[in-house]
C-alpha cells in the first residue's frame, strides 16, 4: 500500500474500534492489530497516537460538517423543517460516536487534535451564511453544536432522569436555536 492508503486503511480501522468499543480503545496498538499491522508501522505513518487521532476527528469532522451544511442547505430552501436540520445533527453526532470522540480527546487534555473540528464547523457558517443574511448563524451553529455534542454524549440518560422522551431534546434545540435566530416571538 501507498502511504496514503495506510494511513486511510488506518483511519478507516479506527472508525471501527471508535464505533464498536469506543473513544479509549483508538489505540496505535489496537488500529495496528486490527490492519494486521506493526505498531511500529502506524508509528512511521502517524508519528503519535494524537496524529491518528487527529486524522480520524478530521474525517468524521468533514463527514458531519458536509451533513450538517447539506441539510441547512434544505432548510434555507425551504425543502425541511429546522426540527429536520436539528434531528439529522444530533443523529449524526451520536451515529458516529463525534461527541465520544471529541469528548475523549478533551479527557486526554489534546485539544489540539480537535483543530479539524474546529476548521469543518467554521467551514459550515461559511457555507450557510448569505451576504444578505443579517441573522447569527454563527451563535445558532455553536449553540446547536453544543446541545448536539451533549445530545450524543448523555442524552438518553437525561432523557430517563426528566421521564421524559429523548426527542424532547430536538424540540429544545428547534426553540433554542429558533430564539437565536429571531424568529421565535
Known sequence: MSPEESRAAAVAAARE????EGAAAVTLK?????MGRTHAALL??????????AALANEIAQEVAD?????????QAGKVKLRKVVEEMFTAFREQHFGELIAWV???RRREALKPVEHAIAGVITQ???PEDD?????????????????????DEIARACDLP???????AVKQILAVLGELR
Do not use: K, N, W
Not at 474500534?17 to 464498536?20: A, D, P, T, Y
Not at 512511521?44 to 487521532?53: K, M, Q, Y
Open 17 to 20: 474500534l471508535l464505533r464498536s
Open 30 to 34: 489496537a488500529v495496528a492489530g486490527r
Open 44 to 53: 512511521h505513518h502517524f508519528g503519535s497516537v494524537d496524529e491518528l487521532h
Open 67 to 75: 451533513s450538517i451544511a447539506g441539510s441547512i442547505g434544505r432548510y
Open 106 to 108: 478533551v479527557l486526554q
Open 128 to 130: 450557510i451564511t448569505q
Open 135 to 155: 441573522r447569527p448563524l454563527d451563535r445558532a451553529t455553536m449553540g446547536l453544536v453544543l446541545l448536539a455534542i451533549g445530545d450524543a454524549l448523555v442524552g
Open 166 to 172: 429523548h426527542e424532547v431534546a430536538h424540540e429544545i
